[in-house]
């Protein structure tokens, strides 16, 4: 029998081992040295056969078996489907960790002209795809709902299937604004910064103004429906909520899902907050508000997930999962998704156009007047997969993981650091150790959250593998 190749680490008193398609399992020091020494009993390679580790004919159906797993780990692009639009970077708040320098809102200069827009309808034109999303992020964009109307109303035309996500800081709306988020195929995104004491503090400065915004927000969840509203925390390592008033927090407002996010290192909030060399901290932060959540869940009678988390718990149980386009491998840019900028700037991320705001690196690929700059694009996307570099060939995460070449250029300047010694790597390796913490845990209060999250309906112990 052919074994696949298995990467471990330890692991309690044992050690975890997987191989590249994803598969796991915990076994002790005993079998590492016997598939290290090549002394594999009839015993192991029995397991190993029936949990897919392995393989007798190349035609075999567990080798078959494998290579599909193998692929379903990887992301393909497909055609462009997925646009960020930036009407305007004018906006009515001045947040205090606003990540690509907003202007305030009487500043000309910073909209759409009508020939951007003009160019935008162009570009949406000669898009391929049959179904598209649009995005439209700022700035404040409701402070130009004549360019969003505009959009929309093309894009309806040409796409058989497209929604639209308004990122709004829902301070102030007018009438005119909520009619056009009224629409079925219009949803909000919003931030709602943990606790409204945070949310006070980095946003609104004052009470009035915060209360405003809470009013705002509840209205829009009557009137829209809570599955059309969604709010996302961002929150400053040095100064962290309690979890359990996030929870509440987001629990007000009917939330089950919470995205936690530190202030972000590629934009402007680098200068006020400290935003590097606090990982270990924020890990340590995150893995505590998963433990918060668990308990909540226990008694709870809606429970309530960490997005990411569930996001990363997703990759590791199966393949496919793909869609969130920060954790993807390879995770190619510019091809199913790209942003265009208040300027008519190509980017292919929001990351990359807040690098090039703060002037560190020009990580633009070109506008709409030229076209998207393919030269440049490939040189980014040549370190798009983690599948044959030499630190994640031998982490036993890497089917699970992914990379970010712009995190990387953002915080070092440089892509060609060993990934071990990066923030990317050091936030993932840590979300995935408590992963499988959780996955080999016996707490019957931890069983129940996990599957929750896993969208199944009870925990099953093949979920967590043990040979023996």
């Known amino acids: 029998m052919t074994v696949f190749p298995l990467k471990f680490k330890p692991f309690g008193s044992g050690y975890f081992f997987a191989d590249d398609a994803g598969g ?38 567990a080798y078959l078996g494998f290579a599909y797993r193998w692929a379903r780990r990887l992301h393909r692009p497909h055609e462009l489907n997925y646009v960020i639009l930036v009407p305007t970077l004018r906006c009515n ?20 002209t009508d020939e951007t827009l003009g160019r935008v309808i ?18 404040e964009p409701l402070l130009r709902l004549d360019l969003l109307e505009k959009v929309r109303d093309f894009a309806r035309r040409k796409f058989q299937e497209v929604s639209f996500t308004v990122c709004t800081n829902l301070q ?43 009013s705002n927000l509840s209205y829009a969840i009557e009137r829209l429906g809570q599955g059309k509203v969604s709010a996302l925390p961002t929150l400053d390592i040095n100064k962290l909520p309690v979890a359990s008033e996030i929870i509440d927090t987001f629990g007000r407002f009917g939330f089950r899902s919470i995205f936690l996010r530190p202030v972000n290192h590629q934009g402007f909030a680098r200068k006020r907050f400290q935003t590097s060399g606090l990982e ?13 959540l668990i308990e909540h869940n226990w008694t709870a009678a809606q429970p309530v997930e960490e997005f990411y988390f569930t996001h990363c718990l997703r990759r590791v149980l199966r393949g496919g999962h793909n869609q969130h386009v920060d954790l993807r491998n390879p995770n190619i840019l510019g091809r199913d998704y790209i942003v265009i900028d208040y300027d ?16 560190q690196i020009d990580l633009s690929v070109g506008n709409l007047w030229d076209g998207i700059d393919q030269p440049k694009l490939d040189m980014l996307n040549e370190e798009s997969s983690n599948s044959f570099h030499p630190d994640c060939l031998h982490c036993p995460y890497q089917a699970a993981c992914g990379v970010d070449v712009v995190d990387d250029l953002s915080r070092y300047g440089r892509i060609d650091l060993p990934k071990r010694d990066t ?13 499988f913490e959780l996955l080999y845990s016996d707490d019957k209060k931890v069983q129940k959250s996990l599957a929750v999250w896993a969208g199944i ?12």
């Open 423 to 435: 923030a990317f790597c050091r936030r993932h390796t840590a979300i995935f150790d408590k992963i």
């Open 24 to 61: 796991y399992f915990k076994a002790d020091a005993q079998f590492l040295d016997r598939y290290a020494t090549g002394r594999l009993t009839a015993m192991d390679k029995g397991f190993l056969e029936a949990n897919g580790h392995g393989f007798n004919e190349i035609d075999d159906p």
């Open 344 to 359: 008519g700037t190509f980017y292919p991320t929001d990351e990359a156009r807040m690098v090039t705001r703060i002037g």
């Open 457 to 468: 309906p009870q925990f099953d112990p093949s979920l967590a593998p043990v040979h023996t």
């Open 122 to 139: 162009r570009f949406l034109d000669g898009m391929d795809s049959a179904s598209a999303k649009i995005e439209f992020q700022g700035g």
């Open 172 to 214: 102030s709306v007018s009438e005119e604004a909520w009619d056009f988020l009224d629409a079925p195929d219009v949803f909000v995104s919003t931030s709602l910064d943990g606790n409204l004491s945070t949310h006070e503090r980095q946003r609104t400065a004052n009470s009035n103004d915060t209360q405003q915004f809470v």
């Open 280 to 292: 270990d901290k924020w890990n340590a932060y995150h893995a505590d508000f998963i433990d918060a």
């Open 93 to 112: 708040l001045a947040c205090a960790y606003c990540q690509v320098s907003r202007v305030n809102e009487s500043t000309p200069g910073f909209d759409w």
